[in-house]
């Protein structure tokens, strides 16, 4: 099964592509969709949505992790990053991607065993989880990673429970 994880944003978009094969994960692609600031906002919601579209049409994934959002400051920086989430939802289910949201807290557990983990501890952990040489950078990048993976935690826990 093919999973693209997804930490959205406007500035920065998060993506990572996982292979689940059984209980082993590959990390097959990763990186961040960029957007030039100052740009206005629907030239930059719209680049994201063709970035993510040639992603899904490029790598074929079946299902797709996307953060959930948790503002409790800025509601501009949060309704910014809303708009970024929905076109790439929009684009996922045009494609026929299943797509599931977690919390920042959901994945951490997930990936570490801890809901309190800071960025790096989760950095180590998809490293060592994915037997990589080197901890993804940027952030962004590792924290789509860390979407992905904690989907393809969950799959098997949900067959578990269907039967």
Same mark, same amino acid.
């Given at each position: 099964?093919?999973?693209? !994880?997804?930490?959205?944003?406007?500035?920065?978009?998060?993506?990572? #592509?996982? +292979?689940?094969?059984?209980?082993?994960?590959?990390? /097959?692609?990763?990186?961040?969709?960029?957007?030039?600031? !100052?740009?206005? %906002?629907?030239?930059?919601?719209? %680049?994201?949505?063709?970035?993510?579209?040639?992603? #899904?049409?490029?790598?074929?994934? +079946? =299902?797709?992790? #996307?953060?959930?959002?948790?503002?409790?400051?800025?509601?501009?920086?949060?309704? *910014?990053?809303?708009?970024?989430?929905?076109? #790439?939802? =929009?684009?996922? *289910?045009?494609?026929?991607? +299943?797509?599931?949201?977690?919390?920042?807290? +959901?994945?951490?557990?997930?990936?570490?065993?801890?809901?309190?983990?800071? &960025?790096?501890?989760?950095? =180590?952990?998809? &490293?060592? /989880?994915?037997?990589?040489? &080197?901890?993804?950078?940027?952030?962004?990048?590792?924290?789509?990673?860390?979407?992905?993976?904690?989907?393809?935690?969950?799959?098997?826990?949900?067959?578990?429970?269907?039967?």
């Amino acid at each position: 099964m093919r999973i693209i !994880g997804i930490d959205p944003g406007t500035a920065i978009t998060g993506f990572s #592509i996982l +292979e689940r094969n059984k209980s082993k994960l590959t990390l /097959l692609d990763y990186g961040c969709i960029r957007t030039k600031a !100052g740009t206005p %906002q629907h030239i930059r919601l719209n %680049q994201i949505a063709q970035d993510i579209d040639t992603l #899904i049409k490029k790598w074929k994934p +079946e =299902q797709a992790s #996307i953060e959930k959002l948790f503002f409790k400051n800025n509601a501009k920086t949060a309704m *910014t990053v809303a708009e970024a989430r929905g076109v #790439i939802i =929009q684009k996922l *289910t045009e494609n026929n991607v +299943e797509c599931r949201g977690y919390t920042p807290l +959901e994945v951490k557990m997930s990936v570490c065993g801890y809901g309190r983990a800071d &960025k790096k501890m989760v950095q =180590q952990m998809v &490293k060592m /989880l994915l037997k990589l040489k &080197k901890t993804p950078q940027p952030d962004d990048a590792a924290d789509a990673i860390a979407l992905a993976i904690c989907l393809a935690n969950a799959i098997p826990l949900e067959m578990r429970l269907a039967k």
